[in-house]
């Protein structure tokens, strides 16, 4: 995937009916997970790139992110993850996971069932 591009989500899975969640633009380089609620969420996102040297990808709340939302790592063949706290303020609001390294990461897996990337969003009450 291209520097900038989001990471392409192809499945929303293990939501609840009448979920307030929805994937946008499956399978592109413009996936989001649209989040129509606000309040408070726990966000766990991550991935695993096979791609050396430094890598960064960043969390973006309504196209928006920041240093504590950011990934960075130089080891490949791992799957790594970090969760943070966020406050949607704005309804609806997308979350998206950016590669922010400034070139082209493959984050295709070690094998074809291999996770390469996600993300897990709780709403906190």
Request: aromatic residues 6%.
């Amino acid at each position: 995937m291209g520097a900038g591009e989001n990471v392409p989500f192809g499945t929303l899975s293990n939501t609840p009916p009448a979920t307030a969640l929805t994937l946008l633009n499956a399978n592109t380089n413009t996936a989001a997970m649209r989040v129509a609620d606000t309040g408070y969420y726990q966000v766990s996102f991550g991935f695993l790139s096979v791609t050396a040297g430094d890598v960064l990808f960043q969390l973006q709340v309504g196209g928006v992110g920041s240093a504590q939302q950011t990934i960075e790592t130089n080891t490949v063949n791992t799957l790594i993850g970090e969760t943070v706290i966020i406050q949607i303020t704005s309804n609806p609001t997308d979350l998206t996971l950016v590669n922010q390294t400034g070139i082209a990461v493959n984050v295709g897996g070690v094998s074809a069932s291999s996770i390469t990337a996600y993300m897990t969003i709780y709403k906190l009450r």
